[in-house]
T-cell receptor
Framework: DAGVIQSPRHEVTEMGQEVTLRCKPISGHNSLFWYRQTMMRGLELLIYFNNNVPIDDSGMPEDRFSAKMPNASFSTLKIQPSEPRDSAVYFC????????????FGQGTRLTVV | SQQGEEDPQALSIQEGENATMNCSYKTSINNLQWYRQNSGRGLVHLILIRSNEREKHSGRLRVTLDTSKKSSSLLITASRAADTASYFCATTGGSEKLVFGKGTKLTVNP
């Protein structure tokens, strides 16, 4: 298996634009997580899906952020409109079963909003 | 909010030496996990230790867990330059979230 695949690897966009980040989890994993990493705040959990259903989205910063998982092999994280403070590295991770098993991380998307 | 806190924030050692990193947490946990992150890359899982376990080994890695002190340590023996990375502990507990600390940046000098 190729592991968790994220695209794009880098994204530079202007403030106010819509940004869509994509993730393909490992086949057979039923849990998917979106994390954001910044120097100031470290790694923050944004949202957790289990069997394609959002279980915990309490980490989503505000209404500008939305995430979907239309099927077991694809998830998106959308920011609309984007702001400079959204600049961060966004990671997608998947696991076999929730939080209590090993999480496999993608390589991340480095987002810069100018 | 951060549950685990790693200590020290940065550690610099010579190749061949042992590296010890510590993690403290505040509330009761189900398990504690250690991850490594190389610069510019995603996190890689190292070890998961359950709340009823006290010690676990994997190759050159040794993890201990003391639930009475709410702390864990990660020991890397005979370190190599390739071990240079940031190391994070992550806990799952009552909230069921996997909450990461801010990490220890380890530099192993050749």
């Amino acid at each position: 298996d190729a592991g968790v695949i994220q695209s794009p690897r880098h994204e530079v966009t202007e403030m106010g634009q819509e940004v869509t980040l994509r993730c393909k989890p490992i086949s057979g994993h039923n849990s998917l997580f979106w994390y954001r990493q910044t120097m100031m705040r470290g790694l923050e959990l944004l949202i957790y899906f289990n069997n394609n259903v959002p279980i915990d989205d309490s980490g989503m910063p505000e209404d500008r952020f939305s995430a979907k998982m239309p099927n077991a092999s694809f998830s998106t994280l959308k920011i609309q409109p984007s702001e400079p403070r959204d600049s961060a590295v966004y990671f997608c991770a998947s696991s076999l079963q929730g939080y209590n098993t090993e999480a496999f991380f993608g390589q991340g998307t480095r987002l810069t909003v100018v | 909010s951060q549950q685990g806190e790693e200590d020290p924030q940065a550690l610099s050692i010579q190749e061949g030496e042992n590296a010890t990193m510590n993690c403290s947490y505040k509330t009761s946990i189900n398990n504690l996990q250690w991850y490594r992150q190389n610069s510019g890359r995603g996190l890689v899982h190292l070890i998961l230790i359950r709340s009823n376990e006290r010690e676990k080994h994997s190759g050159r890695l040794r993890v201990t867990l003391d639930t009475s002190k709410k702390s864990s340590s990660l020991l890397i023996t005979a370190s190599r330059a390739a071990d240079t990375a940031s190391y994070f502990c992550a806990t799952t507990g009552g909230s069921e979230k996997l909450v990461f600390g801010k990490g220890t940046k380890l530099t192993v000098n050749p």
